[in-house]
């Protein structure tokens, strides 16, 4: 079975940075699809950023620029690096993966059978 445990989570001064990171195991196949995914308060679950099995990446609008997907292979590790964080980026954020991800869907969190438990961010202003 796919497990996905996350980490690095915490509470940060708008500005500063964290480092989410994800531990995926139970695949053969390494060339899956992965993702972070975030729920506000009272919001829907939005899609943050993804990874696909070629190595490419999809992020939010909200995000561009500021955060960047990436999968160490050797360590079976997604991470997601957020950056110049902003009080509207505080959410539980969760990663979530799949072998096949409907192309142009990997932003919608349907697409996803395994999660990870979430790990939550707070940026105070």
């Known amino acids: 079975q796919v497990q996905l445990v996350e980490s690095g989570g915490g509470s940060v001064q708008a500005g500063g940075s964290l480092r989410l990171s994800c531990v995926v195991s139970?695949?053969?196949?390494?060339?899956?699809?992965a993702g972070w995914f975030r729920q506000a308060p009272g919001k829907e679950r939005e899609g943050v950023a993804v990874?696909?099995?070629?190595?490419?990446?999809t992020y939010a609008d909200s995000v561009k620029g500021r955060f960047t997907i990436s999968k160490d292979n050797a360590k079976n590790t997604l991470y997601l690096q957020m950056n110049s964080l902003k009080p509207e980026d505080t959410a539980m954020y969760y990663c979530?993966?799949?072998?096949?991800?409907?192309?142009?869907?990997?932003?919608?969190?349907?697409?996803?059978?395994?999660w990870g438990q979430g790990t939550q961010v707070t940026v105070s202003s």
């Open positions: 139970g695949y053969t196949d390494s060339r899956f699809c």
């Open positions: 990874i696909d099995r070629d190595g490419s990446t």
């Open positions: 979530a993966s799949d072998l096949w991800v409907t192309a142009g869907r990997g932003l919608d969190d349907d697409e996803y059978n395994y």
